[in-house]
């Protein structure tokens, strides 16, 4: 089917229950990727989360984009009045999107995905104040939560909140699935939800199967999180993705890419990246692995175990393409060499949900500083790393990290930032913090140390 030209769109749009009042919202939501990377409600709430597929893109006015405007409108008239929806619209094309708000999340792509818990793009955050008794609050919202887990897939709408003694709490699938696979999708969900965030006030999982919330606050802030499971050195994926092509048993690529696993293994952490290529064409592996640039080698080798188990685990017969991101490093495999381009297909944003006071200033010096670094880390040293920080208001600073993979070029490290820089607007406009991470590069700027000196 790879390059197949053809005009399907398929969809599913999911309110939160507990506000799922208004048309206008979703609307926004419906559209290609320019339109959902500009999308914003009128109340000024912006994506939690936005994951577009570069593969297959339509032009305007195509067949593809006339079922599309006729799919959006179907979606914003259908999903309000029980805050779900879902529908198809012409024949299948290579595109893809997911948006995830507070109170909505809309999925759109070129298979028939309803009725299949899906475990890929998603990310997660949690609540940064602490609890006074981690140990309690971890103990009493464990088995709490699985009780909400098993009485949501019973309700028509597959939705629970209630709260423990001023704990609250939020579990829902999309209801496209059945029963007993929204069960599963909500125990993987719930797994080490304590241990995730522990000691924090609040913490949440969502997937566009399913999500998950707890806050010592009313609000239930539907910070979407990875659904991922807590792995044995304490970290989660922020991101994997992985392609629809599968490995045929006993391939030799199947081979290769142990091998090369193996090999990123043992040839990254000494530097901090690592690249390679096992075995012939057509069953050859290539891939690499990046360490962020502060990390230690030890802890570079701890977090490239973890990723590249978890990475077969999530993508276990994954062929074309796979990718898997965490705080530390990242890993990425495919069958074919692209090595010296910039990834536009993997790509994903974070962000803090606390506005600044002044954003116009602070959106200023934020760009100011990213783009300073960003020029830095292409001009000057071989790690294309580069951290920094500048003074606020009231003695407060603002911290820079930016990043590229040392496959790239400076040029091309230069135009992968640049773009990054570009995209924070359509994100993280007046927030506290925020992330865009590609596979080839990635920023980050908060207003507190994150980085290691």
């Known amino acids: 089917m790879q390059g197949a030209i053809s005009t399907k769109q398929i969809a599913a749009t999911r309110c939160s229950l507990s506000n799922h009042n208004g048309s206008s919202s979703m609307s926004n939501l419906v559209?290609?990727?320019?339109?959902?990377?500009?999308?914003?409600?009128?109340?000024?709430?912006?994506p939690i989360y936005l994951f577009c597929s570069n593969s297959g893109n339509f032009t305007s006015k195509d067949l593809y984009d006339l079922n599309l405007a006729q799919l959006k409108t179907y979606l914003s008239l259908e999903t309000p009045p029980t805050g779900f929806a879902l529908g198809s619209k012409g024949q299948s094309r290579y595109k893809s999107a997911i948006i995830w708000y507070d109170t909505c999340e809309l999925k759109y792509g070129n298979t028939d995905f309803f009725g299949a818990v899906d475990i890929n793009n998603a990310f997660y955050a949690c609540n940064s104040q602490n609890v006074s008794d981690p140990k309690s609050f971890a103990e009493k919202i464990t088995s709490w939560l699985s009780?909400?887990?098993?009485?949501?897939p019973l309700k028509p709408e597959m939705y629970v909140s209630k709260n423990l003694e001023k704990v609250y709490g939020l579990v829902q699938c999309s209801r496209d699935l059945s029963v007993i696979d929204c069960k599963k999708c909500l125990q993987v969900v719930t797994q080490g939800i304590a241990q995730f965030c522990y000691g924090k006030e609040g913490a949440s999982k969502t997937m566009s199967s399913s999500?998950?919330?707890i806050s010592s606050s009313s609000f239930l802030l539907l910070i979407s999180l990875a659904l991922l499971l807590q792995t044995g050195f304490g970290a989660i994926p922020l991101f994997s993705s992985c392609s629809s092509e599968n490995i045929t048993t006993h391939n030799p690529y199947e081979s290769n890419l142990k091998t090369l696993i193996r090999f990123l293994n043992y040839k990254t952490p000494p530097t901090g990246f690592g690249l390679g290529s096992v075995g012939q064409y057509p069953n050859q592996a290539h891939g690499l692995a990046l360490c962020r640039g502060d990390v230690s080698t030890s802890d570079c080798k701890t977090c490239l175990k973890e990723a590249t188990r978890e990475i077969q685990n999530l993508c276990p017969n994954s062929k074309h393409r796979s990718f898997i991101y965490y705080d530390n490093c990242m890993v990425k495999y495919m069958d074919e060499d692209f090595f010296g381009q910039i990834d536009n297909v993997n790509k994903f944003y974070l962000l803090n949900t606390k506005n600044v006071s002044e954003p116009t200033t602070f959106n200023y010096k934020t760009k100011t500083l990213l783009s300073q670094l960003a020029e830095k880390a292409s001009l000057i040293?071989?790690?294309?790393?580069?951290?920094?920080?500048?003074?606020l208001e009231e003695s407060k600073k603002l911290y820079g990290l930016i990043q590229c993979t040392r496959d790239l070029s400076r040029?091309?490290?230069?135009?992968?930032?640049?773009?990054?820089?570009?995209d924070?607007?359509?994100?993280?406009?007046?927030?506290?913090?925020?992330?865009?991470?590609?596979?080839?590069?990635?920023?980050?700027?908060?207003?507190?140390?994150?980085f290691n000196a």
């Open 31 to 46: 559209g290609n990727c320019v339109h959902l990377a500009h999308a914003e409600t009128p109340s000024g709430d912006q």
């Open 147 to 152: 009780q909400l887990a098993r009485q949501a």
């Open 211 to 213: 999500k998950l919330t």
């Open 381 to 391: 040293g071989t790690k294309l790393y580069a951290t920094g920080e500048v003074e």
């Open 411 to 422: 040029e091309d490290c230069q135009k992968c930032l640049d773009d990054a820089i570009s």
């Open 424 to 450: 924070l607007p359509n994100c993280c406009d007046g927030k506290e913090g925020g992330r865009v991470v590609g596979a080839s590069c990635n920023i980050r700027y908060e207003i507190y140390p994150f």
